[in-house]
């Protein structure tokens, strides 16, 4: 695969940024670039946070 994007949600408070740099790292580890943006996490317990990575073999300019 060339190019992967992965989009990961749910409740925040629940492992969703941790998810998202953890699969980064590893897909890094594996000779991709990556690129990640991270949604600002709700103040409220429980409301909705994502993360979209985005991992290519080539040189990313955006997500």
Known sequence: MDEISILIG???GFGIDR???VLGRLLNKI???IYIYRDYP???REGHTFSIIRASKGRIAAF
Do not use: N, Q, V
Request: aromatic fraction near 8%; proline fraction near 0%; avoid cysteine.
């Open 31 to 33: 000779g991709y670039h």
């Open 19 to 21: 998810s998202g740099a």
């Open 42 to 44: 709700s103040l409220i």
């Open 10 to 12: 749910g409740k925040a």
